[in-house]
Structure formats: structure tokens, C-alpha cells
């Protein structure tokens, strides 16, 4: 089914003086892939684990730039030669950014979209689109626009627009990275229910406990090669010790504790944010509440089901929504919305929007005050990419990353800014579980400077490690 001997694959890129070089994806890699067969694609940020899915779909070496030597073929059909038109019909693929992965601006045509283009009947279309939402219960999102979707619902979509279609391979690059736990069980049942019908699975993640049971195989890989590889019964058998010393995610779900908010009177110089008020336009998607408290210089977690208003509520407090009502108090003083991006520094949940410049360093230095001299701005910047293992990539372009690697360049931006208050957006999406403890170190280090740190996230797993507290929104 799927056949690879002897790959590697090095991707050509810049860096920031226009200067060309290579950047390893896969390294003398071989593995096949039976028909049928479920496989788990584990390992550290860059490890390889994006470049063997997409060898599978084609983008590599099609779409995406560099030198390939080795076989690949997939269903009979050589990689190389055959092109991502020719893979299509055969493999189904869900990014680990579903906006990428889009084309149409509402969820029903989305659906569609696949099978179209392979010229399937309307009505098969139509049949299918009505029993791939019934089987991963998505009526409710049918007929909706893509924009209004959260991040958790637009993977969905992405996952039902790959069912419809049928093909023979699904190819899944971090599906669970925006997902609540009712959403990560969701999942976890639809793939499941492909398991049983036959497909052959691929799953490139960190986030390993809802596959433990699933997987025929998991595959680490390091350094763009198989560092090990283990069957259904050795997974079975690991131990949280057997994973941590790997650098692997829990094989095991890590329960939620919610502390929740302090109760008796509120300290003056707390975050306190009151009547909050704000629906989007032509939606019912919003959020209001009378009053939420984060204490200042502590960790809070906030936590929620995906469409809760998590991130609208990130908006609507960094001022970014002018239409919102509501008052925010910090350090015994109002801030108005104009203020408000003075006071507070959001790390989006698609950091794509927020990267800017043409090299790693750069990126990190835009967001330091410009009093500072130039000489200290670059220093402590170094610093920071030097603790989340981005100093050798500091010439290169943020967008030629990893989803984890921006992720970590967006994070070490906001560690060196100088807002009083931090946003993170799901920061450990992407994140393995290195980087997900150095991400944890530094948010102990911002507490530590007084920094109030609003931890949006579905990871229990960071949750456990740092939270002080935890407010849900439901």
C-alpha cells in the first residue's frame, strides 16, 4: 500500500541574507505501510513525522521544494513521477492547519469540494455529505460559514470533507491539536469507525493517549529517521516512565483539575473583567458573562468546550473587538479599549497571522519596546530562542517552520514583549513534550516577574504542569 525505500528528502529554503540552504525532512528512511494498517507517526518537532505524510500525499516533493533521492509509491504508483493529481483520488489528507486546507467559505460546499473535482454524481455527493455528518454527528455545522467556525470545529470539517470523498488513505497531521476533550473522543471514535471499514491510517501527533488503543504501530522518529518502532502489544505494555524517557506524550488520558476562581473579595490590583458582551455579526457565536477574575502574576488556564468563546474573549480583552461591551480593571485602574493593547499581548491560535519579518531573530525583536537599545533587544532575544531550541534557526524565515517551530517563535515573541499581561492561544498545539515543558519553564519564569500569564488550552497535560488556577467557560 505504502512503500518507502531508503527516502530523503531535504527542503530548500532561505535564510534571512537570501542565502540558500537545506533543511533535513527525512534521512535514508524506509517503512512500509500495510493495507489496512493504522500507524502512529510520534517524535519531536521536526523529527520528520510532516515529511512522511506528505510524501504519502505528494506535496512532497510536488508542492514543496527540495532534493529527494530513494523509492516512494503509494498504491502502485511511483511518488516522483506520478504527481498530486494522480495520489488524490487515493489519499485523503487533514492538515495540521485546516484553514489551509480550504476552498469554499461555507461547510457544506466544503464537504463537496473533493469529490467534485474527482467529477463524482451531485447525488452520491449529496448522499455522502449526509452520512459522513450523521457519522461524525456534524449536522449542527452543516450550511454554516467557515468563518464563523472555531478552531476545533473548522478540523472537523476538514476531517468530514476527506470522509466524503473515500479514499483508500487518510493521511492526519496533528488532528487533535485544537480539539476539547469531547472533541478529541469525537475523533478518536470517527477514526475508529475508518479503522473498521478498512482504511489504511496515518497519524502524525503528540498528543498520543486517544490512539493508544487504535494503533497498530507507533513510529518514533529522530533525526529524520526510525528511531524505534513499536506494535499494538508493545504500546499496550509502556509505562509512563517507557514514554517520558523518549520524550513521548502520556499514552493515558491526564484528568483536568479546575481549582477554579478565588472566592471572598477581590484583590485591587487583580485582573477583573466585568459584563463582557459580544456576538459576531449574523451569528449566534459570542460571549457574555458578569464577571471573571485572573489573579496577577499567576498561570491561569482557560479552559472550555471548542465554540465556548475562549478566543473571543482573548479578543474582546486586548481590545481587538470594538463593537464589545464590558470593563476591564488591572492594577486598580480602568482600561479602556484603546488601552487595552498597551496592557495585554496575545499569542493567536494561528500564529500565521501574527508573523511578519523575514527571519526568526527579527520576528522576536519586532515585539520588544524600541527604547530599548538595539544591542540588548538582539541579546535578550537570543536568550529566549536559545531556551526554546530556536537559536540555530534564527536566520531562517518564520514561515519556512514547522507548525511547532512558529509556534515556539510566536511564544518567545511574547515572552520578550513587556505587556503586563499574556494571552496564549492553545500555545502547545504542535508542541512535543520537550518543548511543551520548556514552554511551561518560561511561563513559570514570566509568574515569576509578576507577568499575569491567561493560558488558553485544551492540554491537560500543560494544565497539570503549570496552572495555578483554572476558569472554564461553557
Known sequence: MIKLQNVSFHYKNTDAFGKQQRTRGVD?????IQKGEFVVLAGDSGCGKTTVTRLINGLVPHYYEGELTGSATVCGLDVASSGIGDLSPHVGSVFQNPRSQFFNVDTTSELAFASENLCVEPKEIHRS????????KLENL???????????????????????????????????????????????????LWKNKGRTIVVAEHRLYYLADLADRLILLKDGRIAEAFDASAVAAMTEADTASRGLRALRKVPLTEPGQQSGRPDEDALICRDFDFHYKHSENGIYF???????????????????????????????????KGTVQFDGRDWPVKKRPALC??????????????????????SMPVTIPEAHRREQALTVLDKLDLLPLKDIHP???????????????????????????????????????????LFRLLKEEGRTVLVITHDTELVHEIADGVVSFS
Do not use: W
Not at 129 to 136: K, L, S, T, W, Y
Open 28 to 32: 535514508e528512511l524506509s517503512l512500509i
Open 129 to 136: 455529505i449526509r452520512r459522513v455528518a450523521e457519522e461524525m
Open 142 to 192: 452543516m450550511d454554516r460559514s467557515i468563518f464563523a467556525l472555531s478552531g476545533g470545529e473548522k478540523q472537523k470539517i476538514a476531517c468530514a470533507s476527506v470522509a466524503v470523498a473515500e479514499p483508500e488513505i487518510m493521511v492526519l497531521d496533528e488532528p487533535s491539536s485544537n480539539l476539547d476533550e469531547a472533541g478529541v473522543e469525537e475523533l478518536r471514535r470517527v477514526l475508529a
Open 290 to 324: 458578569a464577571e471573571k477574575q485572573f489573579r496577577r502574576g499567576a498561570v491561569t488556564a482557560i479552559v472550555g468546550h471548542n465554540g465556548a468563546g475562549k478566543s473571543t474573549f482573548a479578543r474582546v480583552l486586548c481590545g481587538l473587538e470594538k463593537r464589545a
Open 345 to 366: 499581548y496575545m499569542i493567536m491560535q494561528d500564529v500565521n497571522h501574527q508573523l511578519f519579518t523575514d527571519s526568526v531573530l527579527e520576528e522576536v525583536m519586532l
Open 399 to 441: 514561515m519556512a517552520l514547522s507548525g511547532g517551530q512558529k509556534q515556539r517563535v510566536a511564544i518567545a515573541s511574547g515572552v520578550v514583549s513587556e505587556n503586563p499581561i499574556l494571552l496564549f492561544d492553545e500555545p502547545t498545539s504542535g508542541l512535543d513534550l520537550k518543548h511543551m515543558r520548556q514552554v511551561a519553564d
